[in-house]
């Protein structure tokens, strides 16, 4: 079955381009020329797409803000979002990502590089380990068939690229990893250094799944190392 992508950009010129590239790979397009249109077509689908490409500046509203408002809906909390944007300022990109998006690709782009990472959204969304697989670390619970976490038996909500980096973490708990090591624990998906997203992303997973992010006892901070998830929690057994 095709993947279907939602495309959301008032760029008529760019829109068009973008489906007749997209669609000679495989994928199934529907564009959006504002958020209002978006939003009829999320509504109006019996199925949320498989991914949105979300452009930043629209005429009818910031994608950001969109951005928000799809993460705070349960059924498409884990909805692959790659965010456009002609403003490429790290600042940009990390709130971006602070607020929910998967990815973020500044304009101009090659299309070639924006069919990598809609197919690399793509395979996070759709790999899943085994159905009957459960990491249990106290009252957090990772469901890598079900594909999410939950603390203390409620959902935690996290995007499918802060889930991804959730398991990276607790596979390897009780080890220090630092952002090169994640990097290439996640096998290739776009994840920047360079601009601190994986900083970011860490912070939204603190805020899903410890009991006060201020001071988190499940995912640490080693100063000048990087990050470790702890393997001890909520009074575990050593």
């Given at each position: 079955m095709q993947a279907q992508v939602l495309l959301v950009d008032d760029d008529a010129r760019l829109?068009?381009?973008?489906?007749?590239?997209?669609?000679?790979?495989?994928?199934?397009?529907?564009?959006?020329?504002?958020?209002?249109?978006?939003?009829?077509?999320l509504a109006a689908k019996s199925a949320l797409p498989d991914a949105v490409i979300l452009d930043l500046m629209l005429p009818d509203g910031d994608g950001l803000d969109f951005c928000r408002?799809?993460?705070?809906?349960?059924?498409?909390?884990?909805?692959?979002?790659?965010m456009l944007s002609a403003?490429?300022?790290p600042m940009d990109r990390v709130?971006?990502?602070?607020?929910?998006?998967d990815d973020y690709l500044a304009k101009p782009f090659e299309p070639r590089e924006l069919l990598a990472r809609v197919k690399a959204l793509l395979r996070r969304g759709q790999a899943a380990g085994p159905a009957a697989e459960v990491l249990r670390f106290g009252r957090l619970e990772i469901d890598l068939g079900e594909r999410c976490a939950r603390l203390g038996g409620d959902d935690c909500a996290l995007t499918s690229h802060q889930f991804e980096l959730l398991?990276?973490?607790?596979?390897?708990?009780?080890?220090?990893?630092?952002?090169?090591?994640?990097?290439?624990?996640?096998?290739?998906?776009?994840?920047?250094?360079?601009?601190?997203?994986?900083d970011v992303h860490i912070s939204?997973?603190?805020?899903?799944?410890?009991?006060?992010?201020?001071?988190?006892?499940?995912?640490?901070?080693?100063?000048?190392a990087g990050y470790v998830f702890a393997r001890k929690q909520d009074g575990d057994a050593a």
């Open positions: 829109a068009e381009m973008l489906e007749g590239y997209l669609g000679a790979a495989g994928y199934r397009v529907q564009v959006a020329p504002n958020l209002a249109s978006a939003r009829q077509v408002q799809l993460r705070a809906v349960p059924q498409a909390a884990g909805l692959p979002v790659l403003r490429g300022e709130i971006g990502l602070e607020l929910g998006a398991v990276v973490m607790a596979r390897h708990a009780g080890r220090v990893m630092t952002r090169d090591q994640i990097m290439d624990a996640l096998k290739g998906h776009p994840l920047e250094a360079f601009d601190r997203s994986i939204r997973i603190r805020a899903a799944i410890e009991d006060d992010p201020r001071t988190p006892k499940r995912l640490l901070t080693v100063r000048g």
